[in-house]
């Protein structure tokens, strides 16, 4: 059946409106570039650790190539012109993205005596995109704040009043197999030092080459060897379990 002339016309119309669009939309997206994630925090590690400390709370040392990183975010925020008070942070980075690739004295917020000792930092230009410098700017005014450094400090507070060999089981994650009171993967703390209470070579024994089947409760259960724990961390930390 032939198509009617006002379908046909409302059909020519609509061919010349979509098909520029979709030419438009194919060749557009030629031209476009992928987006790609980046990783803030690690690119900090990678590119900024091997001279700035990127602890929280940070550590300071004597021969320091640069200042720990809390104190350039604190540092910067606090001493970056802008009018409107809501833009400080957005300030903030746009320095850090600027002076990493154009450094000097003069745009350095460093007192006389800390750009003397420090120097100004070298351009870091071929060492970091532009990309990856607005990642690591975003994490370090994400991360660096007052809010996240009172959080941390009184983490390091509550873990320096643990007893020595608490601090060794979670440096060593003893607390992802065993609890002091409760049995999880492996026996509690308490249990072995009920089955073992003068037995403190043994332990000791266990740690360094694991140990397997010795506990019906453990279903089997291997306890791997930790073989890079020193003789005087032995001792703190099997006494400390005799002791739970």
Avoid at 119 to 133: A, Y
Wanted: hydrophobic share 35%.
């Amino acid at each position: 059946m032939p198509m009617r002339l006002g379908a046909k016309k409302v059909m020519i119309d609509l061919y010349k409106t979509v098909l520029p669009l979709s030419l438009l939309l194919l060749f557009s997206g030629c031209n476009e570039k992928p987006s790609k994630h980046y990783d803030g925090k690690k690119l900090l590690e990678q590119k900024c650790s091997s001279c700035h400390n990127i602890d929280l709370p940070p550590y300071t040392f004597e021969n320091e190539k640069a200042p720990p990183m809390m104190a350039v975010a604190f540092h910067v925020v606090n001493f970056v012109k802008t009018n409107d008070e809501s833009q400080r942070v957005l300030k903030s980075k746009e320095f850090v993205n600027d002076y990493v690739l154009n450094p000097s004295a003069s745009k350095s917020f460093c007192d006389k005596e800390s750009l003397e000792s420090y120097g100004v930092m070298p351009s870091q230009k071929g060492k970091i995109t532009p990309d990856e410098l607005e990642a690591v700017s975003d994490y370090i005014f994400e991360h660096f704040t007052q809010q996240n450094l009172m959080k941390a400090q009184k983490e390091k507070r509550e873990f320096d009043a643990l007893p020595a060999g608490k601090k060794l089981a979670l440096k060593y994650k003893c607390l992802g197999c065993h609890r002091v009171d409760k049995k999880i993967i492996g026996p509690s703390f308490k249990d072995i030092a009920k089955k073992y209470p003068h037995a403190k070579e043994k332990i000791i024994k266990s740690i360094t080459k694991g140990s397997k089947a010795q506990w019906k409760s453990s279903n089997g259960a291997i306890m791997p060897p930790f073989k890079n724990i020193d003789k005087k961390e032995l001792q703190t930390l099997s006494e400390w379990i005799l002791k739970s």
